[in-house]
């Protein structure tokens, strides 16, 4: 696995030249990454989320395409659209943004939700269907999304069970003020994205996913991942626990950080790590709990609390 954790430390090296004091973050992103998996990045304006996807697809040198999401959009704006040639007397499909590698939709929540849902099908699906003709999407096909949580004018939310389809919700937050400070001294004469080249091919990620999927998970971390899941959907302050689908992409992420980490096997810290962001935004909390301003993440903390961790067995 030192192959995966040097491919990710070159990855992280890179868009850190971009992104400052935002490591945990980026391995977050990584983890994704080698799942093929998409993620939601939600944070309030400025913090550099867009930056920061355009310096992962710069970084891994991958065919990249970047969506404004704007209220006037239409589903055929994302997916492309068919046009009748008048010298061939034939109609031609011309791609839309969506048929690229990797995939920037930016301010997703302006978007309707009719053009909403012909991204999160292509994600789903790994194809669209353009006139009743059916296009396969690159491999590896990787959606970073980003949305302001704090502007309501002019958007539509994501309805619960679409953003379900994320495998991670991330957050960035404002910078440290010794940070802050760097960012004005790297960006005085020119911003840092225009040095940002490729550090590895399309060829080692994938190579990179597969090695991940080959990480061993004993059976007591299994039941330990399943035991996480399913007490989100008994929690007093829950009103619709995680998905199945939650329990999957949990063990899918903490093989990916096992690999980055540089082990061919999985602790049960690799699932503490990433339960947060990959669970926290399939939990609807109740009523009663989001008038006393309890966070999803702080009743996923509070399920990690209370969940037995596994030890080691005895041979």
């Known amino acids: 696995m030192d192959k995966v954790q040097n491919i990710g430390q070159k990855l992280i090296e890179s868009v850190e030249h971009v992104i400052l004091g935002k490591r945990s973050t980026l391995e977050q992103i990584l ?31 991958c065919d990249f395409r970047r969506i404004q999401f704007t209220p006037d959009m239409l589903p055929s704006d994302v997916t492309g659209v068919s046009i009748f040639n008048q010298k061939t007397q034939e109609f031609e499909f011309r791609p839309g943004p969506i048929m690229a590698e990797v995939v920037l939709a930016d301010e997703i929540n302006r978007a309707p939700p009719k053009t909403q849902a012909a991204l999160l099908e292509a994600m789903e699906e790994r194809q669209i269907t353009v006139d009743g003709v059916t296009y396969a999407l690159p491999h590896p096909f990787l959606v970073l999304a980003t949305q302001n949580p704090i502007e309501y004018e002019g958007t539509f939310p994501l309805p619960e069970a679409q953003v379900d389809r994320f495998m991670m919700r991330v957050h960035l937050g404002y910078p440290d003020k010794d940070v802050e400070i760097r960012i004005l001294d790297t960006q005085q004469d020119h911003h840092p994205i225009e040095d940002v080249t490729q550090v590895v091919s399309r060829e080692e990620l994938l190579e990179a996913q597969e090695m991940a999927r080959k990480v061993y998970v004993d059976d007591l971390v299994k039941e330990y991942i399943v035991d996480i899941v399913t007490a989100t959907r008994s929690h007093s302050d829950v009103y619709l626990g995680a998905s199945p689908r939650g329990s999957l992409f949990l063990y899918k992420g903490a093989r990916a950080l096992a690999a980055l980490s540089g082990r061919d096997y999985v602790l049960p810290d690799d699932v503490k790590a990433l339960a947060a962001p990959i669970l926290a935004h399939r939990i609807i909390i109740s009523p009663d709990a989001r008038i006393r301003n309890i966070r999803q993440e702080d009743i996923i903390q509070e399920i990690l609390n209370s969940t037995p961790v596994p030890g080691a067995r005895v041979s």
Do not use: N
Not at 33 to 44: K, T, Y
């Open 31 to 61: 983890v994704a990454f080698l799942c093929d998996g998409h993620v939601l990045i939600e944070d309030v304006p400025g913090v550099g989320k867009t930056m920061m996807a355009r310096a992962l697809a710069a970084s891994l040198g």
